[in-house]
């Protein structure tokens, strides 16, 4: 009893300290975002006027509208593709087990290696030639191509540990390849598709990398994205730009709280199943 006493306190002590870690650069943001326009304040300094109007002028500066627009329109067009393409490209792999399932999967695993990084060099001459770059589609076609790795993985690990005896009894009663996708097996996976879906729309509203160097017109460019321009034009007034940082975190912290029990569903689904 002793024993679980100690792990329970030293759990508990592991966690606070964890959340302080994580918790303590958001509060330094905010407290720094209240000084006045120009000021350079230092640490946790709380100003004696919080300026709430910084973030009144963070959001004219940065056009949020225009980005919200631009982040939405975004997430919209990656998730349901991705989701449609990887769920179908699982099922395949897992549930129907077709020729060559196992080579597929091992390229489909050998792409979650890839950085993103690694690539941007050639997407960037690529879109180019394509015509594409400087355009949300720039974006949105790289981002569902960069999915496919794990959206399989995660949906192969659904649909491999289905019963055959459910795929068998459709059958028997005459269903096709596709009714047995669409009727039985796709309402199951309801689950493990809507926190995929969760996971890529919080990824897709925070991309960085891709939307700062494929796409030179901020207004195009996701929420995330948007803050190197910001940070470009703005550096010099620090107060302002972790108005605008506050901002951009906001919408994503929000679907956290609202999808909190989803995403950590989600989380703990896939270390479980493999």
Not at 2 to 21: D, K, P, Q, S
Not at 127 to 149: D, H, S
Request: aromatic letters at 12%.
């Amino acid at each position: 009893m002793r024993v679980g006493r100690v792990e329970l306190f030293a759990g508990r002590t592991f966690l606070i300290v964890l959340m302080a870690f994580t918790l303590l650069p958001f509060i330094s943001i905010f407290l720094t975002a209240l000084h006045p326009s120009g000021t350079v304040p230092s640490g946790f300094a709380l100003p004696e006027d919080p300026q709430w109007g910084n973030f009144v002028e963070a959001f004219k500066v940065a056009n949020m509208t225009a980005l919200l627009a631009s982040s939405t329109f975004i997430v919209l067009a990656v998730v349901p593709v991705s989701l449609i393409i990887s769920t179908m490209a699982a099922f395949s792999i897992g549930l129907l087990r077709i020729r060559g399932a196992r080579v597929l999967f091992a390229l489909f695993v050998f792409g979650l290696t890839l950085p993103f990084g690694g690539i941007i060099v050639p997407l960037y001459y690529l879109e180019r030639a394509m015509g594409i770059y400087n355009t949300r589609f720039a974006i949105v076609l790289p981002l569902i191509a960069l999915y496919m790795p794990f959206a399989v993985y995660w949906m192969r690990a659904h649909f491999v540990n289905m019963p055959d005896e459910i795929s068998e009894a459709a059958r028997v009663d005459g269903a096709t390849t596709w009714d047995l996708f669409w009727q039985i097996h796709l309402p199951l996976a309801r689950a493990p598709i809507a926190s995929l879906g969760i996971l890529m729309s919080v990824w897709t509203w925070n991309q960085f990398l891709l939307a700062l160097v494929l796409v030179e017109d901020p207004t195009r460019r996701t929420m995330a994205g948007a803050l190197g321009a910001f940070q470009g034009h703005y550096a010099t007034d620090v107060p302002l730009l972790c108005a605008g940082t506050i901002l951009i975190l906001v919408p994503t912290l929000v679907v956290f709280v609202l999808f909190q029990r989803q995403i950590i569903a989600a989380l703990l689904q896939g270390s479980i199943k493999g």
